[in-house]
């Protein structure tokens, strides 16, 4: 099972604060939000922040750099993130395989699905009273999702709950109709059984 990284790391800044020194869950961050490595050491300390987007930084030409970024008023709004794919019960291990960055947290789910259907194309599943192992501030309550996979033209797709596009991404980032992903529903409770009903789940 896997879906987008859309919920980065906790790495202790607000939104639109720099690190310096830069810390190894932020530079995840920047990453999963479409950084390279080569954009982050170019511009040095103190560290880009995680309101600001890689590719704003370039100018009519294609070139990049910091001072072209800086001149874009970017806010305090998150920059889009989910450029890397992640096991949705191991999102820790897939992390580091990924990105090389070292987090030193497992942020694994325990137990099973609860519920699961088929509609439209589609699978769906429900988790109830799940657990999270060595989860930070910034994974998802597992509980509280039902999952949806990519319209399912190919079985290696029936358990890709993402989009086709990188949503980091500079030139198509766009979600589609047929993208996967999930619901997320905060009071959801105990998921007994999903059916398909007409057109609806």
């Given at each position: 099972m896997?879906?987008?990284?859309?919920?980065?790391?906790?790495d202790?800044?607000?939104?639109?604060?720099?690190?310096?020194?830069?810390?190894?869950?932020?530079?995840?961050?920047?990453?999963?939000?479409?950084?390279?490595?080569?954009?982050?050491?170019?511009?040095?300390?103190p560290?880009?922040?995680?309101?600001?987007?890689?590719?704003?930084?370039?100018?009519?030409?294609?070139?990049?750099?910091?001072?072209?970024?800086?001149?874009?008023?970017?806010?305090?709004?998150?920059?889009?993130?989910?450029?890397?794919?992640?096991?949705?019960?191991?999102?820790?291990?897939?992390?580091?395989?990924?990105?090389?960055?070292?987090?030193?947290?497992?942020?694994?789910?325990?137990?099973?699905?609860?519920?699961?259907?088929?509609?439209?194309?589609?699978?769906?599943?429900?988790?109830?009273?799940?657990?999270?192992?060595?989860?930070?501030?910034?994974s998802?309550?597992a509980?509280?999702?039902?999952?949806?996979?990519?319209?399912?033209?190919?079985?290696?797709?029936?358990?890709?709950?993402?989009?086709?596009?990188?949503?980091?991404?500079?030139?198509?980032?766009?979600?589609?109709?047929?993208?996967?992903?999930?619901?997320?529903?905060?009071?959801?409770?105990?998921?007994?059984?999903?059916?398909?009903?007409?057109?609806?789940?």
């Amino acid at each position: 099972m896997e879906g987008c990284g859309l919920w980065g790391v906790a790495d202790g800044v607000e939104v639109d604060e720099p690190e310096d020194p830069l810390s190894v869950a932020h530079r995840y961050n920047l990453r999963n939000q479409g950084w390279t490595d080569a954009n982050i050491n170019t511009w040095g300390v103190p560290s880009p922040t995680n309101a600001d987007v890689m590719y704003m930084g370039k100018d009519a030409t294609g070139e990049w750099s910091k001072e072209t970024l800086r001149e874009s008023f970017l806010g305090n709004s998150p920059a889009p993130k989910g450029r890397y794919i992640l096991d949705f019960f191991n999102r820790g291990t897939d992390r580091e395989a990924q990105s090389s960055v070292s987090l030193n947290t497992l942020d694994q789910e325990t137990g099973m699905f609860s519920a699961a259907a088929s509609n439209f194309g589609r699978a769906l599943w429900a988790r109830s009273e799940s657990e999270s192992l060595e989860a930070d501030a910034k994974s998802p309550n597992a509980s509280s999702m039902i999952l949806y996979t990519q319209i399912i033209e190919r079985d290696e797709q029936l358990g890709n709950c993402y989009t086709e596009a990188d949503p980091s991404a500079e030139m198509i980032s766009d979600q589609v109709d047929a993208d996967g992903g999930f619901i997320l529903i905060p009071e959801l409770g105990k998921v007994i059984a999903m059916r398909a009903l007409g057109n609806q789940v």
